[in-house]
């Protein structure tokens, strides 16, 4: 399951949505699809402390 496949899983977006951008008080913006996706390469190289 993709990153985008789950959050519209778990209703976090719509079923016709294609991403969810995040606006920090700095004026950036994150694409939380990328963030996730970012996440699970990160972990699948066994780079968590956790």
């Given at each position: 399951?993709?990153?985008?496949?789950?959050?519209?899983?778990?209703s976090i977006i719509s079923k016709d949505s294609k991403d969810l951008?995040?606006?920090?008080?700095?004026?950036?913006?994150v694409s939380l699809v990328k963030l996730l996706d970012e996440y699970?390469?990160?972990?699948?190289?066994?780079r968590s402390k956790e």
């Open positions: 399951m993709t990153a985008l496949e789950y959050l519209k899983y778990r951008i995040i606006d920090f008080d700095d004026d950036s913006e699970y390469e990160f972990k699948l190289k066994g």
